[in-house]
């Protein structure tokens, strides 16, 4: 699956990979002034991307850089001046493990589906797993992560309850029902999948 990136913005990552502003060379690119930049779309077929040394660079609004939502290095940093990309040493807290593993979860069809973004949320916050860019279909949450810590994530969120108001006052409910161990094959299928439905509902992602 191709990258989906435009050549304003394309050249616009290159600017900022020079320690330039990415918003600023965008708006120049495009000669839009004001234009909200969206961010560069992760290759959903391959998530992490070979192409960028592993790292996942996602844009930061606060600081108008690309990074790396797995190491946390940011794209100018891990940019030497050839161009060549300093190796993704994975997830902060995977001790290095760049291997990748993924959870498929099911939301429980007891909460709204708004609690997906709580959930997410909380993964990411455990700093042990992500849900990736189309992670989530059909009440299904796609987690990526590593072999050393996808157990102690996995009993993580079959422990995690969220709170919801019912006319006899707040009752726990469990945020999962169920939680399948994929590999990274059937973990990337999934998202290419989603990515493919995603598209044919909603087109092409900016
Ligand atoms: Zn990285």
Excluded: W
């Excluded at 079959?158 to 161990?181: M, N, Q, S, Y």
């Amino acid at each position: 699956m191709p990258k989906h990136q435009t050549t304003a913005q394309q050249r616009a990552r290159q600017a900022a990979r020079g320690g330039g502003k990415y918003t600023q060379a965008l708006r120049e690119a495009t000669g839009a002034a004001g234009s909200a930049a969206g961010g560069a779309a992760p290759d959903p077929g391959e998530p992490g991307g070979s192409r960028y040394g592993g790292h996942a660079f996602d844009y930061e609004p606060e600081t108008d850089l690309f990074r790396c939502s797995s190491c946390r290095v940011y794209e100018v940093a891990a940019t030497a001046d050839d161009g060549s990309i300093t190796p993704c040493v994975g997830m902060v807290g995977f001790g290095g493990d760049t291997e990748r593993v993924y959870l498929l979860l099911t939301a429980n069809p007891a909460l709204p589906s708004y609690y997906g973004t709580a959930l997410a949320g909380v993964v990411r916050e455990t700093g042990l797993g992500r849900a990736p860019r189309f992670s989530y279909r059909d009440g299904r949450m796609l987690i990526e992560t590593a072999p050393s810590v996808v157990d102690q994530l996995a009993r993580r969120i079959d422990e995690l309850a969220f709170t919801r108001e019912t006319p006899f006052g707040d009752v726990p409910v469990r945020a999962v029902t169920g939680i399948e161990h994929l590999t990274a094959e059937q973990g990337r299928a999934v998202l290419a999948e989603n990515y493919a439905a995603y598209v044919a509902d909603y087109g092409e992602p900016a």
